[in-house]
T-cell receptor, first 117, second 111 residues
Framework: NAGVTQTPKFRVLKTGQSMTLLCAQD?????MYWYRQDPGMGLRLIHY???????AKGEVPDGYNVSRLKKQNFLLGLESAAPSQTSVYFC????????????????FGDGTRLSIL | KNEVEQSPQNLTAQEGEFITINCSYS?????LHWLQQHPGGGIVSLFM???GKKKHGRLIATINIQEKHSSLHITASHPRDSAVYIC?????????????FGKGTHLIIQP
């Protein structure tokens, strides 16, 4: 049972470098999310997607871009990494709300620990 | 924006003790989630509830919508329960935007 898989698990970047974090889910979920977790703070939403080809900004979107070209994948990009983006990044997915369920649990990946020097 | 407050921030208890973690939020919600994060970082959903009470094994979650408050209880606590427990809420606006999270409660159960 793969669930939500994030790659890579760890990465160290220099300021100004770019990289892409990949999130893949095998549960056919419509909704996907990217969060960041920082010490002393709750997880915060960066961007989210309600379906293939759609993305939307969350609480802390600046400095990040996302793409959802395929339903199962949600990519988070850092075009020019900054030390303030040092964090642990979590991807999550959930089913679409329907008449039977007003909400759906979110399934999380194991996180990507990113350090920007 | 909803504010989610958890208490206590840190809790150390002896094996076998009854544990209570509290969560308060500031505005109306459609659902409240309890999550568990173990050392090493993975996050697991424990409960999602919008009213009343849910039980799974030794874990019990309750919510009082009128008081905007939820509690997570652990009966007969065990060292393997040591983890960070996170409360998160989904707004009542109906959109697909994500959850608002508390800062977590760091629980240590000593043998």
């Amino acid at each position: 049972n793969a669930g939500v898989t994030q790659t890579p698990k760890f990465r160290v970047l220099k300021t100004g470098q770019s990289m892409t974090l990949l999130c893949a889910q095998d549960m056919n979920h419509e909704y996907m999310y990217w969060y960041r977790q920082d010490p002393g703070m709750g997880l915060r939403l960066i961007h989210y997607s309600v379906g293939e080809g759609t993305t939307a900004k969350g609480e802390v979107p600046d400095g990040y871009n996302v793409s959802r070209l395929k339903k199962q994948n949600f990519l988070l990009g850092l075009e020019s990494a900054a030390p303030s983006q040092t964090s642990v990044y979590f991807c999550a997915s959930s089913r679409h709300r329907d008449r039977a369920y007003s909400n759906q649990p979110q399934h999380f990946g194991d996180g990507t620990r990113l350090s920007i020097l | 924006k909803n504010e989610v407050e958890q208490s206590p921030q840190n809790l150390t208890a002896q094996e076998g003790e009854f544990i209570t973690i509290n969560c308060s939020y500031s505005v109306g919600i459609s659902a409240l989630h309890w999550l568990q994060q173990h050392p090493g970082g993975g996050i697991v959903s424990l409960f999602m509830l919008s009213s009343g009470k849910k039980k799974h094994g030794r874990l019990i979650a309750t919510i009082n919508i009128q008081e905007k408050h939820s509690s997570l209880h652990i009966t007969a606590s065990h060292p393997r329960d040591s983890a960070v427990y996170i409360c998160a809420v989904k707004g009542s606006g109906g959109g697909a935007d994500g959850l608002t999270f508390g800062k977590g409660t760091h629980l240590i159960i000593q043998p």
